[in-house]
């Protein structure tokens, strides 16, 4: 070959070529086959994927007042591999958000890089230690962003909103039962930041905004509330029960309008509290109901039209053999109409109505009425009760069970019963959320009522709800349950407490009257129980004399606060002496 | 002399040396406007920014007021000024409240969203 300019030239230009064809090939492979790769490993070094926070939802009563909602707060964390000056820090975080000096030192000198120091801490405080932080030149302290959930009436209607864990998760109450609406769904920013930390704005990623929490609206009314929370609490003071109860309905709707229960604990200071304070008896506690189950075997014998409301039964004077077992009533009673039978609350007179409608349709009744099952309250962790069916039955149990003994109730579900004859005998699902919207206020869901199924027919429901009239006049049980101005419905229940070594305990008592107000179009339902309630002596512990006259101080209030009007002539409710107070009560 | 050195000059040709001024003027701007508008477009970023955090702080002073409107005017807070003293209540009495309109009694089988509508707000 001969080496002339030319070949020389092309020479060049070949290698030139290749060269830069390499560069080609190369760059192909880097920013083509290797681009995600590299991509990604430079993104690690500065892209950075922001979390857009959501916030969770409100809850509010019917009538759009504050339950719970949150408050933007600070949760303060150290990485320990950024601490520059660790007595310094342990000095002034200790000090200004009041850990303890010894306390803070061993969580920083820990085996843990991330260390949280301190939970909601409040905006100004944690902006506070962030100037004196930096004036001081203190590294390895950060501030993360975080909210308080706040409830601004403490302790009331504690066990119906329920509370969250730190992570803004609900875990008891309607925070729980509502989490998927509360919480909201966190958004996100893929950002760029320089070498000192800072936000490139202009090479701002991927964005998708973050969802509130839907805010949900309870069906309670917090002036009703108020009303049963002062009334239990005066209740607690006055007989000291180990337990109590308390719930509104409305009967139409199966809306509750308040509920409350004693013990309860300040939802801002729920560390604080005992798991036997956390309690939401009014789904959870089964009780016995005495006496105020007896609606059930008298809607069941008329409902199947074995009786009368007039037909009279023999009460046999007060003692009754049977099975080989005596069933007393509390006074002796001859004959009784139907009627009579809940006026004058016949034990006697009761199970022989059971016994006219037979076992398997009797139990079939009680399963009607809702017990046995869970009502479908949108609340947490309520039990369905105890009813054993016919084949569990002892031979006397069909004379037991009608005046409420043998069986294990809630008392939500002995309210739904009460409210299925005040509602012409439709038992409806009881709802304590009245409807969920979003931050604007714009209807997300709505739930309507429901109705469970027609219980007992409406001329049944009416003949039952003309009985329980009587119970609260001279001639009832209830006397001293009766509102002046008003004509009330309702049932006395008085059962002996079970004995944990058997049997019965002679001196304690679950007391408890279940009624409605007004008897002839009622507004609402409301059932009151006190475990255990101390009286100066046990023949005053009856429901009739001890929750009677609480349940007609709520509905006198209850009635002026819906602005009821009085249907009958303003009529003095019959003057019942009050139970004097125990001296333990008094302590 | 002056013959050999006026044939050693190269002509200039205006017409081209000014297209090229324009052009090399036109890219140099090009690229310093890029750059401001680069800085400018940082700038605005750095303002946005400073606007947001501006803007958080605002909802976060407007929630923790919320926050401490709703505590203070809370049931159990108004109850407690009323037992304190603060606060006093005295009863309507029944000859001061005026009936307009009898309530509208619903029918029995009718759903209402409170007891009364009067009473409902």
């Not at chain 2, 605005?44 to 409107?69: F, H, P, Y």
């Amino acid at each position: 070959m001969k080496w002339n300019s030319r070949t020389r030239c092309t020479l060049v230009c070949l290698g030139f070529i290749l060269l830069f064809s390499g560069f080609s090939f190369r760059l192909v492979y880097l920013q083509m086959l290797k681009h995600d790769e590299y991509a990604g490993l430079a993104a690690e070094k500065h892209v950075y994927k922001q979390p857009i926070y959501a916030e969770r939802g409100a809850i509010f009563d019917a009538n759009n007042e504050v339950l719970a909602h949150n408050v933007p707060c600070q949760t303060v964390v150290a990485d320990a591999t950024h601490l520059n000056n660790l007595d310094a820090i342990v000095d002034l975080v200790g000090v200004e958000l009041k850990i303890p000096k010894s306390e803070l030192a061993e969580k920083l000198r820990g085996d843990r890089r991330y260390i949280v120091l301190k939970r909601a801490v409040p905006e100004a405080l944690a902006d506070s230690l962030r100037e004196k932080l930096q004036v001081q030149n203190l590294h390895g302290v950060y501030f993360e962003h975080d909210s308080a959930r706040i409830y601004p009436n403490g302790s009331m209607l504690c066990h119906v909103i329920g509370f969250t864990d730190f992570e803004h998760h609900g875990i008891q109450g309607v925070e729980a039962s509502m989490d998927q609406y509360l919480h909201g769904e966190d958004g996100y920013r893929y950002i760029e930041h320089n070498r000192a930390g800072q936000e490139i704005v202009l090479y701002r990623g991927q964005e998708r905004a973050s969802r509130n929490g839907y805010q949900v609206h309870l069906t309670v009314d917090l002036n009703l509330q108020n009303i049963v929370e002062n009334e239990i609490d005066a209740a607690m003071r006055e007989y000291s029960p180990k337990k109590a109860t308390i719930i509104l309905m409305r009967p139409q709707t199966g809306e509750i309008l308040a509920m409350a229960n004693r013990p309860h604990f300040d939802l801002n200071l729920r560390a604080d509290a005992k798991p036997e304070q956390m309690k939401n008896r009014a789904i959870i506690d089964m009780m016995e109901p005495g006496s105020t189950f007896k609606i059930v075997s008298a809607a069941a014998a008329l409902n199947e039209h074995k009786v009368q409301p007039d037909s009279t039964i023999f009460c046999e004077n007060g003692l009754w053999n049977f099975g080989g077992t005596a069933l007393h009533d509390h006074k002796p009673f001859a004959d009784l109409s139907v009627k009579d039978i809940l006026v004058k609350s016949s034990n006697i007179g009761a199970a022989k109505l059971a016994l006219g409608v037979g076992e398997q349709k009797f139990y079939e009744y009680i399963r009607r009425f809702g017990f046995g099952e869970r009502t479908g309250i949108e609340l947490p962790g309520e039990i369905p009760g105890l009813i054993r069916p016919p084949q569990a039955w002892s031979k006397i149990s069909i004379t037991r069970i009608p005046m409420g003994h043998e069986i294990g109730v809630t008392p939500l579900q002995m309210t739904l019963a009460m409210a299925a004859i005040a509602n012409g005998g439709k038992l409806m699902t009881p709802r304590i959320v009245k409807s969920v919207t979003d931050a604007d206020g714009k209807t997300v869901s709505t739930l309507s009522p429901t109705m469970l199924r027609q219980v007992i027919s409406p001329q049944t429901a009416r003949q039952i709800g003309d009985a329980l009239r009587g119970v609260v006049s001279d001639r009832g049980t209830a006397a001293a349950a009766a509102v002046p101005g008003f004509i009330i419905a309702g049932k006395t229940g008085t059962a002996q407490k079970v004995d944990p070594k058997g049997g019965y305990d002679k001196d304690k008592y679950v007391v408890s009257f279940s009624g409605y107000l007004p008897a002839d179009r009622p507004e609402f339902v409301g059932l009151v129980v006190l475990d255990d309630a101390q009286t100066s002596k046990p023949e005053l512990n009856y429901g009739g004399l001890v929750a009677g006259p609480i349940f007609s101080r709520i509905a006198e209030k209850a009635a002026r606060y819906l602005d009821l009007e009085p249907h009958e002539e303003i009529r003095k409710a019959l003057p019942v002496a009050r139970v004097a107070l125990t001296n333990a009560s008094r302590r | 002399m002056n013959r050999s050195r006026r044939k050693n000059w190269n002509t200039v040709n205006a017409a081209s040396l000014a297209r090229w001024i324009v052009l090399t003027a036109f890219l140099a701007l090009t690229g310093l406007s890029y750059v401001y508008l680069t800085l400018q477009l940082y700038h605005l970023g750095d303002r946005k920014k400073a606007l947001e955090n501006e803007l958080a702080s605002l909802r976060t002073q407007n929630d923790v007021a919320n926050v401490q409107i709703a505590a203070l005017t809370s049931r159990s807070a108004l109850q407690r000024r009323l037992k304190e003293g603060y606060l006093k209540m005295m009863p309507i009495a029944e000859h001061n409240i005026v009936r307009l309109t009898i309530p509208v009694r619903s029918t029995e089988d009718t759903i209402q969203p409170v007891a009364n509508q009067r009473a409902g707000r």
